[in-house]
């Protein structure tokens, strides 16, 4: 029972430092993506039939040919999108299949008269290729624990928790026209201190460095979204860790100790464009150590700079 709560109280601390600020990010991001993709285009790459109804049995209405260009709904109808038909007579709306838009582009209704031109229509984030720099600011917490010792006593470790910083490199991609993905890698670190409990109080600091790389999918409400969302794993491997007790006696973790984590990651995500070619991302992540004793949690921001491919 005891357990249990020390537990509850450890995770409701870490819910404290992060998901808090968590909620804002989602509803603030989640809310301008939304009014950022109110205005699209759909700008033709390849033949596609609009009917009149959400059905492949109903009546053609036109044709769209390579080049042409249509308002698109930013709202999804199931595996069908509205579009408005323009022509003298008046207005009409119909409908195309999502599959049919593969290599199409969606496009900013501001930035029509130059993509009919052929000059710059800009794509979705989901469907481009980027390559950058991340830099990731971690705050890591792993519950009290006792660490058992040769002579069948044990020592009492607090909760170890802090701050890292560290760099990563990644490589994002299309799925489809509203799913994306992300292969990274980096030397991550975790340090963490806390107090040996055993025998009196004594400063106790964690030191973890990490050969780290992963992968994760992004989620997007329509292809004009700059906000995501998704999940994914990443594995580390240590290859360096220390522990220094009264912050002066320092021990090496031998090789053969040195721990290899799995590590499942959640996160939210917003794309700022700078110019043409170079995306900036605001992202957020809760991560959780599945594998280590007691379980690790962490929560990261990241700011990174993405040159697109």
């Not at 593969?102 to 209704?109: E, L, M, V």
């Not at 055993?198 to 992004?218: A, H, I, N």
């Not at 991560?287 to 962490?298: E, H, L, R, T």
């Amino acid at each position: 029972m005891l357990v249990a709560l020390a537990l509850e109280w450890e995770i409701m601390k870490f819910c404290h430092h992060w998901l808090a600020f968590l909620y804002v990010f989602l509803w603030f991001f989640y809310g301008f993506g939304h009014l950022a993709q109110a205005g699209q285009d759909l700008l033709v790459r390849k033949e596609l039939d609009v009917y009149a109804e959400k059905s492949t049995e109903s009546q053609i209405l036109r044709t769209l040919e390579k080049g042409d260009r249509v308002p698109l709904s930013p709202k999804k109808y199931g595996s069908w999108r509205k579009v408005l038909l323009r022509s003298p007579g008046g207005n009409t709306v119909g409908w195309i299949q999502e599959s049919d838009m593969a290599g199409s582009i969606t496009t900013d209704n501001e930035n029509s008269a130059r993509g009919e031109s052929g000059k710059s229509a800009r794509t979705s984030f989901a469907d481009r290729r980027f390559v950058g720099l991340s830099i990731v600011s971690s705050f890591a917490m792993q519950g009290a624990r006792a660490i058992p010792r040769d002579d069948g006593t044990s020592e009492k470790v607090s909760t170890l928790e802090g701050f890292s910083t560290f760099p990563m490199v990644f490589f994002d991609g299309s799925l489809s026209s509203n799913i994306g993905f992300r292969v990274f890698g980096g030397l991550r670190s975790m340090l963490t201190t806390g107090t040996l409990t055993t025998g009196g109080s004594t400063p106790l600091e964690v030191s973890q460095s990490f050969y780290s790389g992963g992968g994760l999918v992004r989620f997007y409400s329509s292809p004009r979204s700059a906000f995501w969302y998704g999940g994914g794993l990443e594995v580390a491997k240590a290859y360096k860790a220390k522990v220094i007790y009264a912050k002066s006696n320092e021990v090496e973790i031998p090789a053969a100790d040195l721990p290899i984590y799995f590590m499942g990651r959640g996160g939210v995500g917003y794309h700022l464009s700078v110019g043409s070619a170079f995306v900036v991302n605001l992202e957020a992540f809760i991560n959780v150590i599945p594998n280590s004793k007691p379980m690790i949690y962490a929560g990261e921001l990241a700011v990174s700079l993405a040159m697109g491919l």
